[in-house]
């Protein structure tokens, strides 16, 4: 028996061809709709812990603290400080007579053992709720060791997974100096790049294929060090426009450097976003340079990936991501694998990534915000997709149903951005949709 759609999920499910209204989203989870999300803490968490040089001290119950490296494993190439995590562990007397003394008890434990530049203190629901003044006390650190010391006020009543990631956004900006117009550089920051699996050495090295210097990284395989010199840049490359485009705009507003989003997922979005930063920035020679590359790497891919088409065609894709503008990037990519996309949906897609979604797809694709995972189990089987592309949460309900899965998300091992990622995912896609083990499993 399939689940019932709860009536206040209603409005945030669509059918394409049924557009009249837009889709609700950019919203609260309905309470007792179990949502995929994770809590603002998490968000804030995700985007920040990349850093490489960076401590991150969690502020509150041990259990917040279980959000580590392993939950988002971007890579370095220098420090692994980051892949530490700290807590303070509050308990209950720690409850009723306040945290503030272990939570400095703990930046003193970290700045003697290992003296970071930069630690970033988390205060989650519990410290929300008690009141401890985590602001006051990194102030303090800050004028003690003269390291930075920025809290992060994220406790989970505060918001969805959205907030978190606008939160680490306004830690980054405190963290960032102000822009010193002597010193302009015509290269880019990459936002919204994470570094896993090394995809934003992939990127830059397209930037650098096409003459580009590549500034700051935020937050894959950043430093402290190198963060600072990111109000210098020319332009803002937005990759993951969820956690990011809020950043983007505040570094417009207060650096004046412009930004464009650019997906690099599939061959056509990942070709569009290199000639885009030529046009934005570059010479007449960066432009010749990004389409001569363009066109060989998409050719390349193309020719390399063709094999497995006759074996996907006509196969079915469900995709339940993070953000919409990732989610506009794996329709177009199925789309050149020669599959339909029956069913997408994100955690916290915007309005016009919505519509651009709803233009794109078939008008009896569904289209979900923020769904649960009856919801998915739902339209999984009505629509009868072959693969679900998502992440950890959404693993077992497609192996549940037999159906073949693809992570897309923080966990994920092999890279899957640029032209090295098409080829990787279709690969991947391919092993797992004529897997013979779906014979036995659905049998
Ligand atoms: S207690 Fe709050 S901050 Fe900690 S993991 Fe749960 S929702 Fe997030």
Redesign the pocket.
């Known amino acids: 028996m399939y689940a019932r759609i709860l009536e206040e999920r209603k409005n945030s499910i669509r059918y394409a061809e049924k557009n009249s209204a837009p889709i609700h989203c950019e919203a609260a989870s309905i309470s007792g709709a179990v949502s995929q999300r ?5 968000g804030a968490r995700v985007v920040l812990n990349p850093i490489t040089d960076a401590f991150h001290i ?1 502020h ?2 041990i ?2 603290a ?2 580590t490296w392993d939950i988002r494993g971007s890579l370095s190439s220098g420090p692994e400080l980051y892949r530490n995590s700290f807590s303070t562990d509050l308990q209950e007397k720690d409850v009723v007579f306040g945290g503030v003394r272990k939570l400095e008890a703990a930046i003193d434990e970290v700045m003697r053992t290992y003296a970071p530049r930069l630690i970033f203190v ?1 205060a ?3 410290v929300g709720v008690i009141g401890d003044d985590v602001e006051a006390v990194c102030r303090e650190a800050e004028r003690k060791y003269g390291a930075r010391v920025i809290a992060v006020k ?4 505060s918001g969805n997974k959205s907030t978190g990631y606008r939160m680490a956004c306004d830690a980054l900006m405190r963290l960032l100096p102000p822009r010193d117009d002597h010193i302009r550089k015509n290269g880019v920051n990459i936002l919204g790049d994470y570094n896993l699996a090394g995809e934003t050495w992939i990127i830059k090295t397209y930037m650098r294929e096409i003459g580009v210097p590549v500034i700051s990284t935020f937050t894959g395989d950043a430093s402290y060090e190198r963060l600072l010199a990111a109000p210098s840049a020319g332009l803002n490359v937005v990759q993951c426009a969820g956690s990011m485009l809020y950043l983007a705009q505040r570094m417009e507003q207060e650096f004046g450097i412009p930004w464009v989003k650019a997906s690099f997922f599939g061959i056509e979005d990942t070709s569009t976003a290199i000639r885009q930063v030529a046009d934005l920035i570059g010479s007449e020679e960066t432009r010749r340079k990004a389409r001569v590359f363009t066109e060989r790497e998409s050719e390349r891919a193309a020719r390399l990936t063709a094999p497995y088409h006759s074996r996907l065609r006509g196969k079915k894709a469900a995709i339940f991501v993070g953000g919409g503008f990732k989610a506009i990037s794996l329709v177009r990519q199925f789309r050149e694998m020669g599959m339909e996309t029956v069913m997408v949906g994100t955690q916290t897609g915007k309005a016009d990534e919505y519509e651009v979604l709803e233009n794109l797809v078939s008008p009896d694709t569904v289209i979900l915000d923020d769904a649960n995972p009856s919801e998915l189990e739902k339209f999984l089987r009505e629509k009868g997709a072959d693969i679900l592309v998502g992440g950890v949460k959404e693993r077992p309900l497609a192996y549940k149903l037999g159906i073949a899965f693809c992570d897309h998300n923080h966990e994920r091992k092999h890279a899957l951005a640029g032209y090295v990622g098409v080829e990787n995912f279709t690969r991947e896609v391919n092993l797992s949709i004529n897997s013979p083990v779906w014979r036995y499993a659905r049998g």
Do not use: D, E, M, R
């Open positions: 994770a809590c603002v803490y998490c969690v509150g119950p259990g917040c279980s959000y988390y989650t629901c519990i994220a406790p989970g009543f």
